[in-house]
C-alpha cells in the first residue's frame, strides 16, 4: 500500500463537503495535502464532483492508494459503483459495478 494510502470514509451526500475527513493518519493527510498544495495530485473535489456527476448518489467512500483515488458510489438503485481516478491529473482510469 502507497505510504499517502488515505481511507476518507465519507458516508455523505452530494450537498456535504467531500474534503471532510472522519478517519484516517494525520501525517498521511498532511503529505497528501501537501501534494494537492505543490500540485502533484488534484484536489479530491474536484474528482469527487466529476465522479457525483456521472454517477449521482450517496458518497459512500474515498480512498487514495498508489496515486489513484478509489471513489465508491451507492447509486439510487442500490447499486454501487466504483470510479477509479489518477490522482496526478484527475483522469478518469475505471469504473466499475461492485
Known amino acids: 500500500m502507497s505510504p499517502y494510502a488515505l481511507v476518507l470514509p465519507l458516508l455523505l451526500s452530494a450537498t456535504q463537503d467531500p474534503m471532510r475527513v472522519l478517519d ?3 501525517r498521511e493527510q498532511q503529505a497528501v495535502r501537501q501534494a494537492v498544495q505543490q500540485g502533484r495530485y488534484v484536489p479530491l473535489e474536484t474528482v469527487v464532483r466529476d465522479a457525483l456527476k456521472r454517477y ?15 471513489i465508491e458510489i451507492l447509486a439510487p438503485n442500490g447499486k454501487v459503483m466504483e470510479l477509479d481516478y489518477d ?4 483522469r478518469l482510469l475505471k469504473m466499475e459495478e461492485d
Open 87 to 90: 490522482a496526478r491529473n484527475g
Open 24 to 26: 484516517g493518519n494525520a
Open 56 to 70: 449521482p448518489g450517496k458518497l459512500l467512500e474515498v480512498e487514495l492508494d498508489d496515486d489513484t483515488y478509489e
